[in-house]
């Protein structure tokens, strides 16, 4: 018998992706998994993969496991969630930029990709992150002419808060189970 099975893995440091992680997977009654406990062989029995990650830089945290493993994942369901401090209706952000840095030259078609807002909070920062933070806003604070992507950055800078929502994970959940 062919048994659909489902697997959520995420990949989060200050806990926002783990969850959204938690969230889909209890909605789809299905194993969810740290990135860091798991290898592409741990996997690849799954028939659906939900791989969920923290943008830092716009890199997707962790989300080479599927990128790289490309040849390994055919014939699977793959969906990939972000979670991130930039307005998710910022388009251009996660359609082209993170796109670009994450998938490169792959085929968006092989893969469905979620935008859920994340949280920051700076008491919770790490010193190195606090720092990164400052020296960008520093950075494009002191450019003459900055874009309006520049400028986003910069109010970003000094988002301060958990902006996760359960409600937002209701269509990827319906993909999911489609
Ligand atoms: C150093 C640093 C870089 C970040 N870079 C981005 C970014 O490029 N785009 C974005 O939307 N959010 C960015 N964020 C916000 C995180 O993506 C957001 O806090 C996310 O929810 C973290 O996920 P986690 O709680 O699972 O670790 C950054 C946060 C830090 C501390």
């Known amino acids: 018998m062919?048994?659909?099975?489902?697997?959520?893995?995420?990949?989060?440091?200050?806990g926002s992706t783990k969850q959204y992680a938690e969230w889909i997977a209890e909605e789809l009654n299905c194993k969810v998994l740290d990135a860091k406990n798991i290898?592409?062989?741990?996997?690849?029995?799954?028939?659906?993969?939900i791989y969920g990650?923290?943008?830092?830089?716009?890199?997707?945290?962790?989300?080479?496991l599927l990128t790289k493993n490309r040849d390994k994942l055919k014939d699977k369901k793959l969906i990939v969630f972000t979670t991130g401090i930039t307005p998710i209706d910022c388009r251009d952000y996660y359609d082209k930029l993170v796109i670009k840095k994450n998938f490169g030259?792959?085929?968006l078609s092989d893969f469905k990709i979620y935008n859920f807002p994340g949280k920051m909070v700076t008491s919770e920062l790490s010193?190195?992150?606090?720092?990164?933070?400052?020296?960008?806003k520093k950075i494009m604070?002191?450019?003459?002419?900055?874009?309006e992507m520049e400028k986003l950055l910069i109010e970003l800078c000094d988002a301060d808060g958990d902006?996760?929502?359960?409600?937002?994970?209701k269509e990827l959940v319906q993909y999911a189970r489609s």
Not at 127 to 136: E, G, M, N, Q, Y
């Open 105 to 107: 030259s792959i085929s």
């Open 2 to 14: 062919f048994v659909i099975s489902t697997i959520v893995i995420y990949k989060s440091k200050y």
């Open 141 to 147: 604070s002191d450019k003459d002419n900055p874009t």
């Open 163 to 169: 902006f996760t929502d359960k409600r937002l994970i």
């Open 53 to 64: 990650g923290g943008l830092y830089a716009e890199t997707i945290a962790g989300v080479t």
């Open 127 to 136: 010193f190195v992150h606090r720092t990164a933070i400052k020296t960008l």
């Open 39 to 49: 290898g592409i062989s741990d996997i690849l029995h799954y028939n659906t993969i």
